[in-house]
């Protein structure tokens, strides 16, 4: 979107785009600039943390690592067929490799 796209776009929903009385779904005044400034402020941090007891503003380590093409390509199809992410797999799979193996040693 282009600066003059956005400048326009502005001013339509600040003039001119106009809402049903009775709409239960729009807010308006000081409601519409409560959630507006709530809004921005969660989302200064960036992405929320996959970890539940972060602090605010904690981000979460990122870890790389080389997978064999044969690997990926199950871990990939995997991910798919479970309509999940990769790193949510990711993450599952590591989590159960550390508790079957803590136990062993």
Avoid: C
């Amino acid at each position: 979107m282009s600066e003059k796209d956005y400048d326009a776009a502005a001013e339509w929903a600040e003039h001119d785009m106009a809402l049903p009385e009775d709409s239960q779904s729009a807010l308006r005044g000081q409601a519409a600039a409560a959630f507006g400034s709530d809004l921005i402020e969660r989302s200064r941090g960036g992405r929320p943390s996959i970890d539940p007891d972060a602090a605010p503003g904690e981000t979460s380590p990122v870890r790389q690592v080389r997978l064999p093409r044969s690997i990926d390509n199950d871990l990939v199809a995997f991910a798919e067929e479970n309509h999940r992410k990769l790193s949510e797999v990711m993450r599952e799979a590591i989590a159960e490799y550390l508790i079957t193996h803590r136990k062993a040693s």
